[in-house]
């Protein structure tokens, strides 16, 4: 039924006629992120969606979310879902070929780093430059696909987004593209706000009566997990303290890293928000070890938590955290080892850091990213029906 009804709405030929058009105009998201599981990009997606949601301003402007068929979509009010395709296809097959012939009549916004490679009118956030300064980090075929996809975004999209400063300088030289094209919507670290912790994952991991520090992030080399083990190798013993991995891996993304843990690691795999800020807020203290970021979204939500943070001084993440973490240099395992011997030891440190952190993150909402992002879609739109 969804296909019929996507032929159906196809115009005779590719791409829209300006003769055409309809008087509404229309802002197609990409919701490909409905149907995969949550890291990092899709939960930006989802969550300026959701901010998008609660105020889409004029009403000549429809907000359709396009989706495969069987994906599990958040509660809308305002923006309309469409599901499109065929059961079954291959997410990148749907992203490629069937999501660009559905946003023909509009513009086609895609805010979870792919984009289809034929969309004529399309706006991408591109969160980081990590394919072009960290290639180790990812197996051959993810890199030379996403490094050919980004080159032709730059020269085929309306406009660019990422997530910050850094990002934005990163894409303007690897691209080659002119700054006026890059903008920036950094992420919110309001959304665990509302969240009820779940408390259980702290039994269930044998954590209840431990002190533990917590790393958050996915098995990409450059979350540099395997030097953060290593440091915490060299703190002296003690039976009472852990230190906690939360995050998953994707072994057709991130080129494989082994890592030998000690009994006092605990990796607990994929956590959902609930158990993310149980987490946080059990933990004596982030530690972010990582070797580049885009933005850096795990300090931030420590950080709304009241979890004082350790973080490196590298790529993005100054830029995030501003004077509210504890800086280290992530490729010095000294280094490392010293920020958490530190965070173990002084109570008015950990406190100093808890109260700066709060105040930072009170800085970074949701509402105000999606504002930013309303504003330039709207731009774009009006451009791309002219």
């Known amino acids: 039924m969804a296909v019929t009804a996507l032929i159906a709405d196809m115009p005779a030929r590719w791409g829209p006629d300006p003769v055409s058009l309809p008087p509404m105009t229309s802002i197609y998201l990409n919701g490909k992120f409905t149907a995969q599981r949550t890291t990092g990009v899709q939960r930006v997606a989802e969550h300026l969606i959701r901010e998008l949601d609660n105020n889409l301003g004029s009403p000549s402007v429809a907000w359709i979310l396009l989706c495969p068929i069987g994906a599990k979509v958040p509660a809308l ?105 890059v903008g920036v919507i950094p992420n919110g670290g309001d959304h665990l706000d509302a969240v009820t912790p779940d408390d259980t994952v702290i039994a269930e991991h044998g954590l209840s009566g431990k002190a533990f ?110 004077d509210a973490a504890l800086y280290f240099d992530p490729h010095s395992i000294d280094a490392i080892t010293d920020a958490m011997r530190r965070l173990l030891a002084d109570a008015p440190l950990r406190e100093r850091l808890r109260v700066a952190g709060r105040a930072r993150a009170a800085t970074s909402r949701w509402a105000d990213s999606a504002e930013a992002l309303r504003a330039e879609l709207r731009r774009q739109a009006r451009g791309a029906m002219r």
């Open 213 to 322: 520090l917590l790393a958050v992030g996915s098995a990409n080399r450059n979350k540099n997990l395997g030097a953060l083990v290593e440091a915490y190798r060299r703190l002296d013993s003690d039976p009472t303290r852990r230190l906690v991995i939360a995050g998953g891996s994707d072994k057709g993304v991130f080129a494989h890293s082994v890592v030998g843990d000690p009994d006092d690691v605990i990796r607990v795999g994929p956590v959902n928000d609930a158990q993310l800020k149980s987490l946080y807020r059990h933990a004596v203290a982030l530690v972010f070890p990582s070797l580049y970021e885009g933005f850096g979204l795990p300090p931030l939500e420590s950080m709304a938590c009241g979890c004082p943070v350790a973080a490196a001084r590298a790529a993005a993440i100054p830029e995030i955290c501003g």
């Open 77 to 181: 009010r305002r923006i309309q879902v469409r599901y499109v395709g065929i059961p079954g296809l291959p997410l990148h097959l749907w992203e490629q070929l069937i999501l660009p012939l559905a946003a023909l009549r509009g513009l086609l916004v895609n805010l979870a780093g792919a984009a289809p490679f034929f969309a004529r009118e399309q706006v991408c956030m591109l969160h980081d430059a990590a394919v072009f300064d960290q290639p180790q980090a990812y197996t051959r075929g993810f890199g030379l696909w996403y490094r050919f996809l980004f080159r032709h975004l730059a020269r085929s999209a309306r406009s660019l987004l990422t997530v910050s400063t850094f990002s934005r300088q990163r894409l303007i030289v690897r691209l080659g593209v002119a700054s006026s094209r």
